[in-house]
C-alpha cells in the first residue's frame, strides 16, 4: 500500500476512532475491508491513539481563538495524524507530514480546511523546530 493511501485508511480509521469509540484495531479492519493490513497504517493509527494526549496538547498550544473541541472532525483527526507523524515519525520531513495532511484536507475536508491545517501545523511545525534549535528533520528522505 502506498504511503498516501495508508494515510488516508489512517485517517478513516482514526475518525471512526473518534465519533464511534470503537478500538483502534476494529476501526482499521473497517477501512480495510478484505484487503491485507499494512505496516504504516498500523503504526499511525496505533501511535496517534496511544499518544492521544500529547497530540492534542500541541495542537491546542498552536490553535489561535480555538479549542480542539471545537475543530470539525475531520480538521481535527488530520492535525492529530500529521501532528503524530511530525513528533514521532523521526524519517518523515516535517514539510512531508504537512503536504499530506493539505492533500488530505482538500479530499476530505471544507473548503477552508487545507488553507486551515497549514497555518496551525506549520506553528507546530516551527516550534518544534525552536525547541530543537533550529535544527529540522527536512533533509531527511521520505
Sequence with gaps: MKRRTAREKALQSLFQVDLSKIEPQQAIRNVLGDKSGDLFLEKLVLGTTENLAAI????????????????????????????????????????????????????????????????????????????????TNDSKNN
Design 56 to 135: 492534542d496538547e500541541v495542537i491546542s498550544k498552536n490553535l489561535e481563538k480555538w479549542t480542539i473541541e471545537r475543530l470539525g472532525n475531520i480538521d481535527r483527526t488530520i492535525l492529530r495524524l500529521a501532528t503524530y507523524e511530525m513528533l514521532y515519525l523521526e524519517d518523515i520531513p516535517y514539510n512531508v507530514s504537512i503536504d499530506e495532511a493539505i492533500e488530505l484536507a482538500k479530499k476530505f475536508g471544507d473548503q477552508n480546511s487545507s488553507k486551515f491545517i497549514n497555518s496551525v501545523l506549520s506553528k507546530i511545525k516551527q516550534n518544534i523546530e525552536t525547541k530543537l534549535g533550529g535544527t
